[in-house]
């Protein structure tokens, strides 16, 4: 179904505005929260390639729009993710929840490091910014896993509301 990618997407949005919001008012305490893992999670795992990719794509894009990188860094590295876990999905019981939590984690921790390590170079003193990398990183890991499920409910229950996807009975 072609509404598949456009129904993610406006979740996606939505993920945008309120990590942005959240951002904005850590960054009194100088804290950023990277929640890449969730922009290609659900849909590497539960849509089709073609539409989960194209829902991906547009998330990078969408982080791209308001992040200090390189045009198209986002898209590149979302893309590369969304293929890893396209390409495990047939590995991991997808439809339970711990279990996306958890890809969600690996592929966030995963998408920071590259990241990191891409945009490090661009620092004065590289060794003096691992010490915050790391705060950064633990705060936003902790905070990926507290709205994952949240997160993703809302995007089953997006789908289910769009008549894309069959309602559980669990």
Same mark, same amino acid.
């Given at each position: 179904?072609?509404?598949?990618?456009?129904?993610?997407?406006?979740?996606?949005?939505?993920?945008?505005?309120?990590?942005?919001?959240?951002?904005?008012? *850590?960054?009194?305490?100088?804290?950023?929260?990277?929640?890449?893992? *969730?922009?290609? !999670?659900? &849909?590497? #795992?539960?849509?089709? *390639?073609?539409?989960?990719?194209? /829902?991906?794509? #547009?998330?990078?894009?969408?982080?791209?729009?308001?992040?200090?990188?390189?045009?198209? !860094?986002?898209?590149?590295?979302?893309?590369?993710?969304? /293929?890893?876990?396209?390409?495990?999905?047939?590995?991991? @019981?997808?439809?339970?929840?711990? !279990?996306?939590?958890?890809?969600?984690? #690996?592929?966030?921790?995963?998408?920071? *490091?590259?990241?990191?390590?891409?945009?490090?170079?661009?620092?004065? !003193?590289?060794?003096?910014?691992? @010490?915050?990398?790391?705060?950064?990183?633990?705060?936003?890991?902790?905070?990926?896993?507290?709205?994952?499920?949240?997160?993703?409910?809302?995007?089953?229950?997006?789908?289910? #509301? &769009?008549?894309?996807?069959?309602?559980?009975?669990?």
């Amino acid at each position: 179904m072609r509404r598949r990618w456009l129904i993610i997407f406006l979740t996606l949005l939505l993920l945008w505005v309120l990590v942005a919001q959240v951002n904005h008012y *850590l960054a009194l305490w100088r804290v950023y929260l990277f929640v890449g893992g *969730l922009y290609v !999670t659900y &849909a590497a #795992l539960q849509l089709p *390639l073609r539409s989960g990719l194209a /829902a991906s794509l #547009l998330g990078g894009l969408l982080c791209d729009a308001n992040s200090p990188v390189p045009p198209g !860094t986002h898209v590149i590295l979302f893309a590369a993710a969304h /293929a890893v876990l396209f390409h495990v999905r047939d590995r991991v @019981p997808r439809d339970q929840t711990i !279990t996306r939590v958890i890809i969600a984690l #690996l592929a966030n921790l995963a998408l920071f *490091l590259v990241f990191s390590f891409l945009l490090i170079g661009l620092s004065p !003193t590289p060794a003096a910014i691992w @010490p915050r990398l790391i705060f950064d990183l633990v705060c936003s890991q902790v905070f990926l896993a507290l709205i994952a499920p949240w997160f993703f409910a809302l995007q089953g229950r997006a789908q289910e #509301l &769009a008549g894309l996807r069959e309602r559980s009975i669990y």
